[in-house]
C-alpha cells in the first residue's frame, strides 16, 4: 500500500498544544510533513478531477530563467565543497500565524529574491500570517507569498531589498540515480545551516501529504536516508554537483498503535522523501508565471475501500477524458505506462507526476477481461 503522510511536529511555541492529527499506515510506519511546526490532517483523496482534454500531447520542455547553472560544478566535489558552496543560498523560513509559530526550509531560485520552499510551511501565512527569512550571513527579511500549490505542496514566496543573492543550480531528477550520494540542507529542530549526507534510496516512491482537510499533495517523490528532520521542510536535495535535485518534504516515522499523540517524537529513521526537481521547477515556473499552477487529471473517482493491486475506478465524471476514453465505473486500471498500478493513492500519483496534454496508456480489467485504453490528461488548478 502506498504511504500516507501526516503532518510532523517539531519546533513548536512553547505556550501552545496543538491537536492530535495522524493516519496509521501499514507495517507501523507513518509518514510525517517535516515543516517545524503546524500542519493539518492527512487522508486519501480519491477523485482524480475532471479537466477538459488537451490538443497537444507532447509535453513542452522545461525552459524557464530559474536557477543558475554556474552555480554547479563541472564534476563532483566532497561534501564539505558543496555545503559552503550551497549554504549561501538556503533560508530558514519562519511563520507567525494565528495558530501559533512554524518553520521550514528554502533556497533562493532567482537572484531577484524568488524562493521555493513546500506549500505545508508557509501555508498558515495565507490567511493572515506573516513570513520572515533568515540568511546564511543573519541577515533577516520579511517575505510574500508569490503562488502556492497544494496540489504538489509547493510554493514560492519573494524577498525584496536584499543583495547578492546567489540562486542555485537546479538539477534533471530524471537523470538521478539509485545509490547516488546526495546531500540534504536546511534547518531542522530550527538549527540553521544544517547538512546532512546520503544516498537516494530509491525513485518513484508515491507520498500522500497533507497541508490541510482539503490540500491534499501526492507526490512522486525521491527516497533518501539522509537525514531528514521537522523543519527540513523546502530544503534542497543536492548532488555532488551542488545541483537541487529535490525538495525535502516528509519523512516516515514509527507509530506503533494508532495515530501520533501530542507528545510522540518524530525525527529521521533514514527514510526521507522529496519531490523531483523537474516537477518543483515547472510548478516553481508557473506560480511566479500566474501564481497559479495547473495539474492532470482524467476525470474519475477511485474506490479507496479497494486495496489493490491495481486502483478500481468509481464514478466517471460525464464529459471527462476517462468518460471520452470510454473508462466505466468499476474498471480496474492495473498499468500505467508501463507501470504496475498498487493501489489507489499509486494511480493519482503516476497521473500526477505528467503534465496536462500528455497521453498515457491505461491496461485495465473489465469483466475479467484486460483491456487498453490511450486518455489525453486534461487539467485542473491548484
Given at each position: 500500500?502506498?504511504?500516507?503522510?501526516?503532518?510532523?511536529?517539531?519546533?513548536?511555541?512553547?505556550?501552545?498544544?496543538?491537536?492530535?492529527?495522524?493516519?496509521?499506515?501499514?507495517?507501523?510506519?507513518?509518514?510525517?510533513?517535516?515543516?517545524?511546526?503546524?500542519?493539518?490532517?492527512?487522508?486519501?483523496?480519491?477523485?482524480?478531477?475532471?479537466?477538459?482534454?488537451?490538443?497537444?500531447?507532447?509535453?513542452?520542455?522545461?525552459?524557464?530563467?530559474?536557477?543558475?547553472?554556474?552555480?554547479?560544478?563541472?564534476?563532483?566535489?566532497?561534501?564539505?565543497?558543496?555545503?559552503?558552496?550551497?549554504?549561501?543560498?538556503?533560508?530558514?523560513?519562519?511563520?507567525?500565524?494565528?495558530?501559533?509559530?512554524?518553520?521550514?526550509?528554502?533556497?533562493?531560485?532567482?537572484?531577484?529574491?524568488?524562493?521555493?520552499?513546500?506549500n505545508?510551511?508557509?501555508?498558515?501565512?495565507?490567511?493572515?500570517?506573516?513570513?520572515?527569512?533568515?540568511?546564511?550571513?543573519?541577515?533577516?527579511?520579511?517575505?510574500?507569498?508569490v503562488?502556492?500549490?497544494?496540489?504538489?505542496?509547493?510554493?514560492?514566496?519573494r524577498?525584496?531589498?536584499?543583495?547578492?543573492?546567489?540562486?542555485?543550480?537546479?538539477?534533471?531528477?530524471?537523470?538521478?540515480?539509485?545509490?547516488?550520494?546526495?546531500?540534504?540542507?536546511?534547518?531542522?529542530?530550527?538549527?540553521?545551516?544544517?547538512?546532512?549526507?546520503?544516498?537516494?534510496?530509491?525513485?518513484?516512491?508515491?507520498?500522500?501529504?497533507?497541508?490541510?482537510?482539503?490540500?491534499?499533495?501526492?507526490?512522486?517523490?525521491?527516497?533518501?536516508?539522509?537525514?531528514?528532520?521537522?523543519?527540513?521542510?523546502?530544503?534542497?536535495?543536492?548532488?555532488?554537483?551542488?545541483?537541487?535535485?529535490?525538495?525535502?518534504?516528509?519523512?516516515?516515522?514509527?507509530?506503533?498503535?494508532?495515530?501520533?499523540?501530542?507528545d510522540?517524537?518524530?525525527g529521521?529513521?533514514?527514510?526521507?522523501?522529496?519531490?523531483?526537481?523537474?516537477?518543483?521547477?515547472r510548478?516553481?515556473?508557473?506560480?511566479?508565471?500566474?501564481?497559479?499552477?495547473?495539474?492532470?487529471?482524467?476525470?474519475?473517482?477511485?474506490?479507496?475501500?479497494?486495496?489493490?493491486?491495481?486502483?478500481?475506478?468509481?464514478?466517471?465524471?460525464?464529459?471527462?477524458?476517462?468518460?471520452?476514453?470510454?473508462?466505466?465505473?468499476?474498471?480496474?486500471?492495473?498499468?500505467i505506462?508501463?507501470?504496475?498500478?498498487?493501489?489507489?493513492?499509486?494511480?493519482?500519483?503516476?497521473?500526477?507526476?505528467?503534465?496536462?496534454?500528455?497521453?498515457?496508456?491505461?491496461?485495465?480489467?473489465?469483466?475479467?477481461?484486460?483491456?487498453?485504453?490511450?486518455?489525453?490528461?486534461?487539467?485542473?488548478t491548484?
Open positions: 500500500m502506498p504511504f500516507g503522510v501526516t503532518p510532523g511536529s517539531g519546533d513548536r511555541d512553547s505556550s501552545r498544544r496543538f491537536p492530535r492529527r495522524g493516519v496509521l499506515v501499514a507495517l507501523g510506519i507513518t509518514l510525517a510533513l517535516v515543516a517545524g511546526a503546524l500542519g493539518a490532517s492527512a487522508g486519501v483523496l480519491a477523485t482524480l478531477r475532471f479537466g477538459p482534454a488537451l490538443i497537444s500531447t507532447t509535453p513542452a520542455p522545461i525552459d524557464d530563467d530559474l536557477g543558475s547553472t554556474a552555480s554547479a560544478f563541472p564534476k563532483p566535489q566532497d561534501v564539505s565543497t558543496v555545503a559552503r558552496a550551497l549554504l549561501p543560498s538556503v533560508v530558514q523560513i519562519k511563520v507567525t500565524a494565528s495558530q501559533g509559530n512554524t518553520g521550514g526550509s528554502g533556497f533562493v531560485i532567482r537572484k531577484d529574491g524568488y524562493i521555493l520552499t513546500n505545508h510551511v508557509v501555508a498558515p501565512a495565507a490567511s493572515g500570517g506573516s513570513i520572515k527569512v533568515g540568511f546564511q550571513n543573519g541577515q533577516e527579511a520579511p517575505a510574500t507569498i503562488g502556492r500549490s497544494p496540489t504538489y505542496d509547493l510554493a514560492v514566496i524577498v525584496r531589498g536584499v543583495l547578492n543573492l546567489k540562486p542555485v543550480a537546479l538539477g534533471n531528477s530524471d537523470q538521478v540515480k539509485v545509490g547516488e550520494p546526495v546531500v540534504a540542507l536546511g534547518s531542522p529542530l530550527g538549527l540553521a545551516g544544517t547538512v546532512t549526507t546520503g544516498i537516494v534510496s530509491a525513485r518513484n516512491r508515491p507520498v500522500t501529504a497533507g497541508g490541510g482537510e482539503t490540500e491534499m499533495s501526492f507526490i512522486n517523490a525521491l527516497q533518501t536516508d539522509a537525514a531528514i528532520n521537522p523543519g527540513n521542510s523546502g530544503g534542497p536535495l543536492v548532488n555532488l554537483r551542488a545541483e537541487v535535485v529535490g525538495v525535502n518534504s516528509a519523512i516516515a516515522t514509527i507509530g506503533t498503535q494508532g495515530p501520533f499523540s501530542e510522540e517524537q518524530q529521521s529513521i533514514g527514510l526521507g522523501f522529496s519531490i523531483p526537481m523537474n516537477q518543483a521547477r510548478t516553481a515556473d508557473q506560480l511566479i508565471s500566474t501564481g497559479r499552477a495547473v495539474y492532470p487529471v482524467i476525470g474519475a473517482v477511485v474506490d479507496v475501500r479497494y486495496k489493490g493491486p491495481g486502483a478500481r475506478l468509481g464514478e466517471i465524471q460525464p464529459g471527462s477524458a476517462a468518460s471520452g476514453a470510454g473508462l466505466r465505473m468499476g474498471d480496474l486500471v492495473t498499468v505506462n508501463g507501470h504496475k498500478v498498487t493501489g489507489a493513492d499509486d494511480l493519482i500519483v503516476q497521473i500526477r507526476s505528467h503534465l496536462p496534454g500528455q497521453r498515457v496508456e491505461l491496461l485495465y480489467q473489465r469483466d475479467g477481461e484486460q483491456r487498453k485504453v490511450i486518455v489525453t490528461l486534461g487539467k485542473e491548484g
